[in-house]
């Protein structure tokens, strides 16, 4: 019914469009970095004008938490499921 050609995977399934996982991390990682980084401007910058923090900046910081918890459950998901489709084309791959 089905072709075994609609079933193959490319072999190449480390990279994600041209860039390897590690690079993807690193990319990832000076990316949370600008976001703290941002962020600790903003207050160090409230700090030295003697301002108080007002609502806005507290959801700034809320939102920082948030996503970060977002980030991890998406990243831990993504391992999990990465293991099943592994898996899934070893089983695949392995029936042929």
């Known amino acids: 019914m089905f072709s075994k050609q609609l079933y193959c995977l490319p072999s190449n399934l480390d990279l994600i469009m041209g860039i390897s996982y590690k690079g993807v ?30 609502i806005h900046d507290y959801l700034i910081i809320v939102g920082l938490v948030w996503i970060r918890i977002v980030t991890i459950v998406k990243a831990s998901i ?11 084309l070893v089983h695949l791959r392995g029936s042929w």
Do not use: C, E, M
């Open 25 to 54: 991390q690193v990319i990832v990682g000076v990316l949370i970095a600008f976001d703290y980084l941002a962020v600790g401007l903003r207050l160090w910058a409230r700090k030295i004008k003697s301002k108080p923090l007002q």
């Open 78 to 88: 993504s391992i999990d499921l990465g293991t099943v489709f592994h898996n899934l």
